[in-house]
Structures are given as C-alpha cells and as structure tokens.
C-alpha cells in the first residue's frame, strides 16, 4: 500500500475532541454539511478530523465509481482523465486495505466513496461505448466561509460553492477557448461528429461555460475540428510511415525476399504477419517490396563481384607463378604454360574465361610496375640533372667571385675558359636550361646590381658636385667615392664599370658639344657667305680679298668669322659669280665635244661597238646620280643651319 502512494493508517482521535468543534446537519434537499463552531465556518466535505480511516484511503486513490443512467457501473480516474468498464487493480487494493482495517463484517459496498467525498473538480466520462447522458455519483463540495449565530447552524452557500469549484475563472478569452477545444480534445469527440452529438457528450463538463455565448462555442468547436483533423490526418501519416518501415524491416531481417522472388510468392508467405496487416493498401507493401527487391538484388550483385574478384586473384597469382609470362607474352602463348604449371588441374570454378581476364589483369600489373620502374628512372634523371645544375652555377660563382664573371661579360669571351670545366660538361645534351640560359641569367643578376650601384654611385658625386669628364682619372674618381658613407655598399669591379661608363658619357658629350660648335661655325659661315653675296655683283676676276676686306670690318657678320676661314669663304663666293661659271661652262663644252669627237673615232675603228656606248651612258648616268646626292646633302646642310 505504501508503494502505491496511498497513506498510512490513521492514529486514533482523542474522544470528543472533534465532536465539540464539528455539528453535522442536513439542508432542505437531504444534503449533509458541517459547521465548525468555533470558527463558525461551515462546508459541504467532511473535515479530516472527522474522516475516518477508509475516508483517507479514497483521497488517496484517483479512481472514482460512477453509474450509468442504466444502472452499470464504470469507473474514472481524475488524474489521467481515462475512464473504464472494469474495476482498476488500484481500486482493489483500497477496498482490501479497508476491509482489513474494518475487520470481515465490512463489506466492499460500505467501503466504496460516498458522493460526498468524490472530488468536486473531476470531470467524468464513461468508457467508449457507453451512453452519452449520465449522472455522477460525484457531488460538488466546497468550504465556505460565513459569521452564523451558534443557535441558526447557517450552511454553506450553494452559489459560493459553485462558483469557486464547478466553473473555473480564466485570465484571458485565449485561454478560455483552449480550455473548451482541451475538453473536447479530453472528452474524446470524433472530428466528424454533429454540433448535437458533442454537446450531449460533454453538457455536464466543468470547462463547458468557459465560453457564455453559444456563438463563440460552435466557433471554438469548427475551429478545434479543423485542427483536430489535421493533428489526426499527421498522426496517421506517422503511424502509416511507421507500419511501412516495420514492414521493410521485417522483409529484410527474415530475408524472404530473394534477388529473384517476385510479389506474388512474397504475398503468400507473409500475408498473415502482422507487419503486413499493419499496413493498410497493398500498393504500398508492393512498392516497399520493390524497394527491398532492388536492395536484395544490389547486394546480391555485390557478393557475385566480390566472388568474381576473389577468382581472379587467384587467377593472377597462377600467373604469378609462371616466369615465362611477362609483359610481352600472348594469350595463345601464356595459357599452354599455366595449364603446364598446374598439370591441367585448375581451381574449382574457374574456367576460360576467368583465365583470360586474370591474364589481362596479370599483364596491366606488370605494366604498371614498368610505368613505375621508368618514373623513378626519369626522378632519378631529373635528380642528376639538377645536380649538374647546380655545380654549373658553383662554376659561375667561382667564376664571379674572381671578377671574371661581370655585368659586361660574354658568352663568347668567357666560352673558351668554360668548355674546359667538367661542370660543363655534364651539362651537354641535357634538357631543361642550358649553360647558355643560366649564363645569360647570371649576367642579367650582375647587371640588375650593376645599375643600384650605378644610381649609388651618381648620389655619392652629386653630394660632392663632381663631374665626371673625359680627363677624369681612376685616383680621382676612387678617392671623391671613399668619403661617403655608402661606399661599403659598392664592390670594386662595379666601381670601374660604372667610372668607363661615365667617360664614355663624358666623350659622348664632347662630341656633341664639338658638332654643336661644328653647326654655329657654319651657320656663321653661311650669314658671312650671304653677306659677301650682297656685293660681289661689282667684282671681277681680278678682284682680291685684301681689297674688299676693308669694305666689310664694320659689318657684323665679319667679326664671327676667323681670319683664316674670310679668304676661303671669300674664294667660295667668287667662284660662283656669273662670270667664272660662264668660263668654267665653255671648257667644259669644249672638254665634251674633244670626248665625243674621241669615242666617235673609236666606234669607226671598232665597227661601232654597242658595249662603248653602254659603258658611257652608264658612267653619265653615275655622274648624274652623284650630282643629285650631293646637292640633296648641300639642300640638308643648309636647312639645319637655318633651324640652327
């Protein structure tokens, strides 16, 4: 009993102490009630100082005995809310218990709650099958507090305990309405039961009023119906998934279902399982067969590939075992010879065609063991080939580090010393980067090093405002570096590239200075030549430079030109007057008529000769193009001078 929750026996109760406090009378109807006559506090339970052992043991117990309209009785647990037709084991244990206590004269009926004592907040429904209007045995109870006279014994008030036990209060209309929709829920109404049919099942329900107005309750109602159905349709969506999972189950572990079984066979065994039962249409237990057929089916193929496997390594290793296969042995060539090995007794279950494959799995491993012999062969090379690379380099650092090797070098300087060198050598025929290409790059280094010194260098004489010239010596140039801070960053074959670089600069400058000289001269030459021009009209050929000279002191193109230079200019001019080209044109037509007179008498005594008279119209025409290339020289001269 102690396990069941249930209490202990009750102590005995000092004679007369509960009966002074306590008075016990009846209302109008019959009902009983009690006073307190000390508090003045009346109440329709009986007070535990009253309540007798068997009282605490019906507490105690959640079930509660009700009768049908017509007369059966059921019973209801206020707890679970779960109703039954047969007396509960709980139920059972309480009436034993009581009996015991009472001795064998009580009986189970006297036992059995009175009205009074049923809990006033149970809410009673019948098991599934029973009629839907019945009457509890239960009686609603409730303490009242009142002031009535010792002499009135006043009772408790019935609306009181109406309404603070039968109809509870609510915070909020939300949560009444989630009380009637529980209720329904609680009460065990279908979803498509009528408006009529609910109703009568649960009138008598304390959470029927949580809603006043009737309206609100057939809302509530539609409202809890829709949900309901939707909560039920997903409740048998679950327990559906879950028939045909345990239907796919059972399929698998009892392996009925074989590669090759069809529906039909399967049906026929299983038909009375309750697996199949479980599940409600039979296109979906042909399409969960489908699915364990196409699994079955799988694995029975992954068995007969890892069978097929196992054959064939045994296969290879027959042919393992022969020398005479290798990589390029035939067919028609390697089966005699294994049939030879095993002295025709091959392994059960392998036949021709299983050899054949094995051959062919045989003759790829060989060839990739070869693919693997030839790339550790070419790493091997591609190791020794960056070996030599790298000795090639240590011949150039050698090389560098005695200033042989420098920004200015060449391949065709250095080619001489280099093809002596082992290192070189090994380089031959190599592929990859020749020991041309990592020359070039050594050279490109040194030169990329040779410009920051270079910029170095410049920043060092710029500081100091020296200028390099062509007179420039390698003390003086060695020495205005020493005093800068930076010139332990500078390497001393760097230092002497960069000093012939700069008086190469340097040389390259005074030649341009010179040929700028060269052009003013001239053009100052030319404004002389146009000067004297302006006069020469009055000359004649007897005319001499000492007796205009006089004439031109005061002019100022005569001071720009030397001494030296006014004859030749002065004879230039004089030349080209009007009257010496006329002279100078006479002898030439003279010259020419002597020369044409001449190679007439030769072509008369050399029966006129096509090839003379080839030859001289070759030498005019060389004469002519002479003429033009120099006069094209003079036009380009004379247009610098003026731009000058």
Not at 153 to 160: I, L
Not at 224 to 236: G, I
Not at 606 to 622: L, T
Request: with cysteine; net charge neutral; aromatic share 6%.
């Amino acid at each position: 009993p102690m396990g069941m929750g249930l209490p202990p026996p009750a102590p005995p109760r000092p004679p007369g102490s509960a009966s002074t406090r306590w008075s016990e009378y009846k209302d109008a109807n019959g009902r009983t009630y009690w006073h307190n006559n000390e508090t003045g506090t009346a109440t329709w339970e009986k007070p535990h100082e009253l309540k007798e052992y068997a009282d605490m043991m019906w507490a105690a117990c959640p079930w509660r005995e009700h009768t049908t309209p017509e007369g059966k009785k059921y019973y209801y647990n206020n707890v679970t809310k779960v109703s039954a037709w047969v007396k509960p084991k709980e139920f059972e244990e309480v009436e034993k218990l009581i009996e015991q206590h009472n001795g064998p004269s009580a009986t189970p009926g006297n036992a059995t709650p009175a009205a009074s004592t049923t809990p006033a907040d149970a809410t009673t429904a019948p098991p599934s099958g029973a009629p839907a209007s019945l009457s509890s045995a239960a009686t609603p109870a409730a303490e009242v507090d009142g002031t009535a006279a010792e002499e009135t014994k006043e009772k408790p008030s019935e609306d009181s305990n109406k309404n603070d036990n039968d109809e509870p209060t609510y915070a909020t209309p939300e949560e009444a309405r989630e009380a009637f929709k529980k209720m329904l829920t609680d009460a065990g109404v279908k979803t498509h039961w009528t408006w009529d049919k609910a109703m009568r099942l649960v009138q008598h329900d304390r959470h029927y009023n949580a809603l006043r107005k009737m309206g609100e309750k057939k809302q509530a109602f539609n409202t809890w119906k829709v949900q309901r159905a939707k909560e039920e349709k997903d409740e048998q969506r679950l327990k559906s998934k879950q028939a045909r999972d345990a239907f796919k189950n059972f399929l698998l572990d009892t392996n009925i279902v074989k590669g090759s079984s069809t529906w039909l066979d399967v049906q026929s065994l299983v038909r009375d399982t309750d697996a199949y039962r479980a599940v409600e249409r039979d296109r979906d237990r042909k399409d969960i067969f489908e699915v364990v057929l196409l699994q079955r089916q799988r694995e029975e193929e992954e068995q007969k590939k890892k069978e097929h496997q196992e054959k064939l390594a045994k296969v290879q290793e027959l042919f393992q075992n022969v020398p005479s296969v290798t990589l390029r042995t035939r067919w028609r060539d390697a089966r005699p010879a294994l049939l030879e090995k095993v002295d025709n007794q091959l392994p059960e279950g392998i036949d021709t065609l299983d050899l054949l494959e094995g051959f062919e799995l045989h003759i790829a491993a060989l060839q990739r063991e070869q693919d693997s012999q030839k790339r550790v062969q070419r790493e091997q090379m591609r190791r020794e080939e960056r070996l030599h690379r790298k000795a090639f380099e240590e011949l150039l650092d050698e090389m560098q580090e005695s200033n042989v090797l420098n920004a200015d070098s060449t391949w065709k300087e250095l080619f001489g010393m280099i093809k002596l060198d082992f290192r070189f050598k090994n380089m031959l025929g190599q592929p990859g980067s020749t020991c041309l290409d990592l020359f070039k790059l050594r050279v490109l280094n040194l030169r990329e090093k040779l410009a920051v010194e270079e910029r170095i260098i410049k920043t060092i004489l710029e500081d100091a405002k020296y200028d390099v010239t062509v007179n420039t010596t390698w003390e003086e140039f060695i020495e205005r570096l020493q005093s800068h801070a930076r010139f332990v960053d500078l390497t001393a074959i760097n230092i002497k590239i960069a000093l012939r670089n700069m008086l190469q600069d340097a040389e390259n400058a005074e030649r341009t200075r010179r040929k700028h000289e060269e052009r003013k001269q001239k053009k100052k030459e030319k404004e002389f030549k146009a000067m004297l021009k302006k006069h020469a009209h009055r000359w004649s050929e007897s005319t001499t430079w000492d007796e205009e000279k006089k004439a031109f002191e005061k002019e100022a193109e005569f001071a720009g030109v030397p001494d030296a230079d006014q004859l030749r200019l002065f004879e230039a001019v004089k030349e080209r007057q009007p009257w010496k080209r006329k002279e100078d044109s006479d002898d030439d037509h003279r010259e020419k008529r002597r020369h044409r007179h001449h190679s007439e008498s030769e072509d008369s005594d050399h029966g006129h000769r096509g090839d003379s008279h080839s030859d001289d119209e070759h030498r005019k025409k060389r004469s002519k193009d002479k003429k033009k290339k120099k006069s094209k020289r003079k036009s380009k001269h004379d247009s610098d001078d003026e731009k000058e």
